[in-house]
């Protein structure tokens, strides 16, 4: 059973779209973390959000942690084929194991 | 140039054949773990350390084996490998306010 549920599991959009990948747990977390992994490669980090209630925004990338820091959203506004890649979310509890999703495969096509 | 570096990057074996993927980081990080991931399942937490000589399990270690004698090196034993250990490994290592690095994985088959 994955302790975060992500959705929707693959997300396939036109460039210039806008796009928002889903992480919820029945947990709460200490802080939250995004990752984007391409083919090949270890995922990296994009940002951690830490209050409840937060939102970052990095470019065209938003990040927002629930109230109740169980749950937290991706927007993506005006997709690029640059944003291709696996998104993941990793909750991180407070003897800071992280626990992650199982992904959101984002294509973004010309 | 702060990385993790992971040998080899893809590797076939066959049942029962020992193996062990290195792990390396020059970051001086104490924290470093080693996952698996599958396709829908995610990226799942074989072994951790906490520093030189400590290590702990993590949700799925049947099977594997880890040591931490120095606190760049991480390394992940198989010591009988099974194909259902075909996966893909990755190597992380941790900044003092949870940022994990990962190294580029290991595609590993076992036949």
Request: hydrophobic share 30%; proline share 5%.
């Amino acid at each position: 059973t994955q302790l975060l549920e992500q959705s929707p599991q693959f997300l396939s959009i036109q460039e210039g779209e806008n796009l928002t990948v889903y992480c919820n747990s029945s947990s709460v977390f200490s802080s939250l973390q995004w990752y984007r992994q391409e083919p090949g490669e270890g995922p990296v980090l994009l940002v951690t959000v830490v209050t409840g209630g937060e939102v970052k925004k990095l470019k065209r990338l938003t990040f927002q942690f629930g109230d109740a820091r169980k749950d937290s959203s991706l927007h993506i506004t005006a997709a690029q084929p640059g944003d291709t890649g696996l998104y993941l979310c990793a909750g991180v509890s407070n003897d800071y194991k992280l626990s992650f999703g199982a992904g959101t495969t984002v294509t973004v096509r010309a | 140039e702060a990385q993790v570096t992971q040998n080899p990057r893809y590797l076939i074996t066959v049942t029962g054949k020992k193996l062990t993927v290195t792990c390396s980081q020059n970051m001086n990080h104490e924290y470093m773990s080693w996952y698996r991931q599958d396709p829908g399942l995610g990226l799942r937490q074989i072994y951790y350390s906490m520093n030189v000589e400590v290590t702990d399990k993590g949700d799925v270690p049947e099977g594997y084996k880890v040591s931490r004698k120095e606190k760049r090196n991480f390394p992940l034993i198989l010591e009988s490998p099974s194909p259902n250990q075909t996966s893909l490994y990755f190597c992380a290592s941790t900044s003092g306010i949870s940022e994990q690095f990962f190294g580029p994985g290991t595609r590993l088959t076992v036949l």
